[in-house]
């Protein structure tokens, strides 16, 4: 069985100084990994994916995340938060062979100017 | 059209009304997949189709039925709508499942 688990449900930051948003995860298999971005009302939007190649994963907006097998994390980072990165983050788990993907209860950013 | 939408972007609706979500995606994804999202649970799957003409239950099915006629289109029913599945409802889809998928702008939907 898949899980998730966002450590932190809000995270505030100043603008201009790191984001950290932390993510732990349990699969049984080799997972593949995500984190989604949803601004107010709208969709989500892909801000990265990890399958199985290179541990740091590069995303849009000048995110990264780092895949950690020893300590089941996929932590995302920022090095300045900028306005503009204000919203939910979801980290997301899925299994190949397993249809569904495992999303987490979100982490709220707020970005104090 | 490009990418995901649903129809309607809101409704109203009293309990024990039928209502159906509509999602159209124009990518060619084989996988569709329905969510709702309240407050504190993130997202959770309701049901999803591997590909056009099957179809399989998620997370919280109980309510809700779902059909894949083609590859395009996805709609979500309540044959009779319940408080409780007052939500807001996101539509996915993927090129093959599992893998990254591609959302709609979501339905909000309010049961009374």
């Known amino acids: 069985a898949q899980s998730v688990t966002q450590l932190d449900s809000h995270v505030s930051v100043s603008e201009g100084t790191p984001v950290l948003l932390r993510c732990n995860y349990s699969?049984?298999?080799?997972?593949?990994l995500f984190w989604y971005v949803q601004h107010p009302n709208k969709g989500l939007q892909l801000l990265l994916k990890?399958?199985?190649?290179?541990?740091l994963v590069k995303g849009i907006n000048g995110f990264e995340a780092e895949f950690k097998k020893s300590e089941t994390s996929f932590h995302l980072t920022k090095p300045s938060a900028h306005m503009s990165d204000a919203a939910e983050y979801f980290c997301?788990?899925?299994?190949?062979?397993?249809?569904?993907?495992?999303f987490g209860t979100g982490t709220r950013l707020t970005i104090i100017p | 059209i490009a990418g995901i939408t649903q129809a309607p972007t809101s409704q109203i609706l009293a309990a024990g009304r039928r209502m159906t979500l509509r999602c159209t995606q124009d990518?060619?994804?084989?996988?569709m997949y329905w969510y709702r999202q309240d407050l504190g649970l993130g997202l959770r799957l309701i049901h999803y189709?591997?590909?056009?003409?099957?179809?399989g239950k998620g997370e919280v099915p109980d309510g809700y039925s779902v059909s894949r006629a083609n590859t395009d289109d996805f709609p979500l029913t309540l044959a009779s709508a319940v408080p409780s599945q007052t939500s807001v409802y996101f539509c996915?889809?993927?090129?093959?499942?599992?893998?990254?998928?591609?959302f709609g702008p979501g339905t909000r939907l309010t049961v009374l």
């Open positions: 189709s591997n590909t056009a003409g099957t179809t």
């Open positions: 997301v788990v899925g299994d190949f062979g397993n249809e569904k993907l495992t």
């Open positions: 990890y399958t199985s190649a290179a541990t």
């Open positions: 699969s049984s298999y080799s997972p593949s």
């Open positions: 990518m060619r994804h084989n996988a």
């Open positions: 996915a889809s993927s090129r093959e499942s599992p893998d990254t998928q591609y």
